[in-house]
């Protein structure tokens, strides 16, 4: 009997639809409640399984996109290195914008950020990586928190960046 009890109160937990809410009140302090904000709150933002969740990402890659952004710096004339770290970073599900480097200063921003204009070069938050090793983009990933492997269903990220 417990077990079945047990059981029940799993399956209603699972089932139960919590939304949260996020917002600014009026003395500037962000709020996170699972009650709607009152009348007077800035920068409403409504969270959880019931509001059509537009971009499908789980929380914990969420949380990392947020604190640790992707870059992936490549080139017209990078084919074979910077398909495998595109390949490496979408069979992760890791969300990540694509620069291709085309200007001068798009050069001497990756000067700045690696040393010198290596193609390709991963920037996982504040850490960069020249090169394409798939060890390090693995180790910077896994310390960043992103996924192992990609969730089922999950699209391809990356797209140039203007």
């Keep these: 009997m417990r077990h079945l009890l047990v059981l029940c109160l799993a399956l209603t937990s699972a089932c139960a639809v919590a939304e949260t809410y996020r917002w600014v009140d009026p003395a500037g302090r962000t709020v996170i409640s699972d009650t709607p904000p009152p009348g007077r709150a800035h920068s409403v933002a409504k969270a959880g399984a019931s509001n059509g969740n537009t971009d499908g990402l789980p929380f914990a890659v969420k949380q990392a996109v947020e604190s640790f952004p992707v870059t992936l710096y490549t080139s017209a004339d990078c084919v074979n290195e910077c398909k495998q770290a595109r390949d490496l970073l979408n069979a992760r599900g890791v969300p990540f914008t694509e620069k291709m480097l085309q200007t001068p200063e798009d050069f001497d921003e990756l000067k700045a950020l690696v040393g010198d ?25 896994d310390l960043a928190g992103y996924p192992k492997t990609a969730p089922y269903g999950s699209k391809p990220a990356g797209g140039l960046s203007k």
């Design 117 to 141: 204009a290596f193609i390709p070069s991963l920037k996982v938050g504040k850490q960069s990586f020249r090169g394409f090793e798939s060890g390090a983009y693995t180790n910077l990933l």
